[in-house]
Nanobody, 124 residues
């Protein structure tokens, strides 16, 4: 059974960086043809695709957030991370890490495993 667990600060001040880690158990983040994705959902709004990293380290980002987003991985810990710089109140959301046979950028149906999500609030 594959389990994804998000972790990181729940409160971030404006202009700081949202830093989240996704710990994966039951699968390797280097498994061929698997993709590891970050999604968020602001309060009262729909799901937003943020970016993904592939099994071989290739990264894709949402064009609207690309300048502020960085996704990396630590294969020794089987984790991948999200950093969103210059945080603003509109970045307040529940952040999910996900896995699938695709990045999910063309449709979330490609994502077959989701973490439970973690709420990040950007506020002074």
């Amino acid at each position: 059974q594959v389990v994804l667990q998000e972790s990181g600060p729940g409160l971030v001040k404006p202009s700081q960086t949202v830093s989240l880690t996704c710990t994966v158990t039951g699968d390797s983040i280097t498994t061929r043809s698997r993709y590891w994705t970050w999604i968020r959902q602001p309060p009262g709004k729909g799901l937003e695709w943020l970016g993904a990293i592939s099994y071989d380290g290739d990264r894709k980002y949402s064009p609207s957030l690309k300048s502020r987003t960085a996704i990396s991985r630590d294969t020794s810990k089987n984790q991948f991370t999200l950093q969103l710089s210059s945080a603003a109140p509109e970045d307040t959301a529940v952040y999910f890490c996900c896995a699938g046979a695709g990045t999910g950028v063309l449709g979330l149906s490609a994502l077959d495993t989701w973490g439970q999500g973690t709420l990040v609030t950007v506020s002074s």
